[in-house]
């Protein structure tokens, strides 16, 4: 695959974060998810991350970032937000809530700047790859430069 500038990639650049470029082949309409992404870029399935949109009862939305391999833990998400309880968001919101389509939805650039919270293991890694907002591409970064340009909290949020 060619390399190609998304937009994540191009507010990285703005902000001169040093980052990796990623791609990987998939078949228009075919869905693959983060532990396939994992093994089809060579990368350990505990530094690749995902990233999930949820909304909470009283309809704020909320991003979570964790390893491919985990789960979301809803109470424990629902607690670091101070809501009573979330949902994931309906997967043909992604695209209204966030500006990505499912498969290709980054924490970086989205829509609105939303409260976003990664999993504390990220903390211990020099860097962690997350999607570059389009299927096929992922983008390494640290996570210490990930805080630094979108507002989140790193917390334990999976089961």
Not at 42 to 58: E, F, H, M, P
């Amino acid at each position: 695959m060619s390399k190609v500038k998304t937009n994540v990639c191009r507010i990285l650049d703005s902000k001169k974060i040093k980052y990796n470029m990623y791609s990987y082949e998939f078949k228009k309409g075919e869905h693959v998810d983060g532990v396939e992404v994992a093994q089809k870029i060579g990368k350990d399935v505990s530094i690749v991350y995902k990233t999930l949109v949820a909304i909470s009862q009283s309809k704020n939305i909320y991003v979570y970032v964790i390893p491919v391999n985990e789960h979301l833990d809803l109470k424990k998400a629902a607690k670091v937000a101070n809501e009573k309880s979330i949902e994931m968001i309906n997967v043909n919101d992604i695209n209204k809530f966030t500006g990505y389509i499912r498969g290709g939805c980054s924490p970086i650039g989205m829509k609105k700047l939303y409260k976003t919270f990664v999993n504390e293991s990220a903390k211990e890694l020099d860097n962690i790859i997350v999607s570059a907002g389009k299927i096929g591409y992922q983008v390494e970064i640290s996570p210490k430069d990930l805080k630094d340009i979108i507002n989140l909290e790193f917390r334990d949020i999976i089961k």
